[in-house]
């Protein structure tokens, strides 16, 4: 019996790669386009290693031309659930 291991996939990071396909954009492209010196953080950023700043996600919304929202929708999510709570 060969046992496969399951890898979990986040909708973030599968966002950020249609739409980067969508463009047929490298990663050092939107790196480039980001203002980054490498596409390593770009590379980290689409992979969730690490998660991007305020700054570094209002530009990605710019650069692909979508929401902040449309790209992260469980931050905002999230966000929307805390301010209901609050009320």
């Known amino acids: 019996m060969r ?3 399951s890898r979990r996939i986040h909708f973030t990071t599968n966002r950020l790669r249609v739409l980067r396909a969508e463009r047929r954009w ?8 980001m ?3 490498s596409k390593f ?3 980290q950023i689409e992979n969730e290693e ?3 700043t305020d700054k570094e996600r ?6 692909f031309n979508a929401t902040e ?3 992260w929708p469980t ?3 999230d966000a929307d659930r805390k301010d209901e709570v609050a009320s």
């Open 3 to 5: 046992l496969i291991k």
């Open 26 to 33: 490298t990663q050092e492209e939107v790196a480039y386009r």
């Open 35 to 37: 203002g980054l010196g």
């Open 41 to 43: 953080h770009y590379w």
């Open 50 to 52: 690490v998660a991007p």
């Open 58 to 63: 209002k530009k990605l919304a710019r650069i």
């Open 69 to 71: 929202a449309a790209i």
């Open 75 to 77: 931050r905002h999510a």
